[in-house]
């Protein structure tokens, strides 16, 4: 009988772009276009800055591009560089149960212009990514490593699994490369996770890892053929609460993972998200808050994961906290109070929100003061209700109907209920409120014109002008049609 990591390496090789359903063709072009907006902003951060000026001139064997520039260098260098810059604001996309567009969309560039290949071998790459990364990721869900910390566990598999694909390795040596890809696992330190520069590298490193996997590979290295389900294997040593049978469940082509990616529209951690929407709902309605004449701003966000993380970043990202010598930019990107005062003192969150002239900036910090974050029971309801089929009711759950219930909730209409609301009292007793029950961006609540506002203003951020910006837009568009990606990339370099 077959193992799970036969299996998984099976389900990759027999993936082609013609089972790809409509739906998840039009989101993973959706999220190329977010994952390059999300590096164009990385580009300009100072750990992006450093990590081109480490690694531009490595040698090698330059075939592929570091975005943006047209310096060319190895696949795995362009993909650590390039998912540092994806990663470096925290900006990028997610899927149930973790982060997938800063390591597959590096990935799949970088070995689809190597190797000349086409439009369509970079979205397969890229749905192939996704697929195996939230696929592998529930098996290890919930964890102490859920969501973003959870990434440098699966990313090398996932993308030495891209690379053999797009290398057009054999099952056997695709099986060798995740066996390889799986066996050392690199696990966050959250002491270097909050606050300093070494966050950005949270995918940048794993997935390099994984291209040297797939590489290695390539040329005979051998890697366990059952790395998975035994109880010394990846998923029982990696989780808090193993069920490597959620690979089995989900491992089909009727189940698209993909379909489950939420967009971030704002630089930032996921629990942003929505009380970010309220605030601008809010500033929409009424754009002359005075922001000196506010009395406190009450939020209210869902208990999973986003207090505890909210709560850790606390003491560094106040103005002392960031003059540390290991400190940056990074932490605040966890912070809601940081990101709710600066969005209404500059009417937008933007990269512009993280450069030093304004997390220095004492006003944000005094505003930040007067937010107060609750937690709501209904709010966090909802998020596990997501994880039902319609009109199921959580007292009828039984444990062996968790995995088939979730199973069969992601195939259907998946919306991502990660909800908040907002309340602004102004000094004179006057209240201002929103709410939302989805972010935008999320499934339930996404529509491509917002992708493509965000590609159009980091485009412009960086300087990329009108003609490359739309040429890059109308290739994404048209992608399945490329022979190769060389014009796409020529359009996002400046």
Known sequence: MATLTEKIA???????????????????????????????????????????NAFAN???????????????????????????????????????????????????LAFTEAYKLSGKDLILGMVLGNEINCKIGLSLFPSVTTGQTMDPLVHPISAAIIGSKLMGLDLEK??????????????????????????????????QNGVIACQLAASGLTGSHNIFEPQDGFVHMMADMPSPDRIEFTLDYDLWMTNTLSFKLYPGCAYLDAPLDCVFKILSEHPDIDTKSIKSINVKLP?????????????????????????????????????????????ELTPRQFTDDRIFDPEI??????????????????????????????????????NSLMTQALKGDFKWEFGSSVIIKMNDGTKYRASTNI?????????KEQIIKKFNQESKYIGIDKNKMDKA???????????????????ITL
């Open 10 to 52: 099976k389900y990759a090789f027999d993936l082609n772009f013609n089972r790809i359903p409509e739906k998840t063709l039009k989101i993973a072009k959706m999220q190329l276009m977010n994952i390059i907006a999300t590096i164009f902003a990385g580009t300009t951060t100072k750990p992006g800055k450093i990590a081109y």
């Open 58 to 108: 490595s040698g090698g064997n330059p075939k592929s591009t570091i975005i943006t520039s047209k310096k060319k260098v190895s696949i795995d260098k362009a993909v650590l560089i390039n998912s540092i810059y994806a990663q470096a604001l925290d900006y990028e996309d997610y899927g149930i149960p973790m982060h997938c567009g800063c390591m597959v969309g590096p990935v799949s």
């Open 174 to 207: 695709m099986t060798n490369a995740i066996g390889i890809a799986a066996y050392l696992p690199q696990y966050p330190i959250l002491r270097g996770f909050f606050g300093p520069h070494s966050k950005v590298l949270t995918s940048a490193l794993p997935a």
């Open 303 to 347: 208990g999973l994961g986003t207090v505890s993380m909210d709560m850790s970043d606390r003491p560094d990202s106040t103005l002392e906290g960031l003059k540390k010598p290991d400190a940056s930019y990074v932490i605040l990107n966890f912070n809601v109070p940081y990101n709710i005062a600066a969005a209404l003192i500059d009417k």
């Open 365 to 402: 910090h005094n505003l930040a003061k007067k937010v107060k974050i609750k937690t709501d029971a209904g709010m966090t309801l909802k998020i596990f209700q997501s994880f039902l089929p319609e009109g199921f009711k959580l007292s009828d759950i039984s444990v062996d109907k968790v």
């Open 439 to 447: 972010a935008k961006g999320c499934p339930g609540n996404l529509n």
């Open 473 to 491: 837009l109308n290739l994404i568009e048209q992608i399945e049609t490329l022979d190769t990606i060389d014009e796409l990339i020529k359009s």
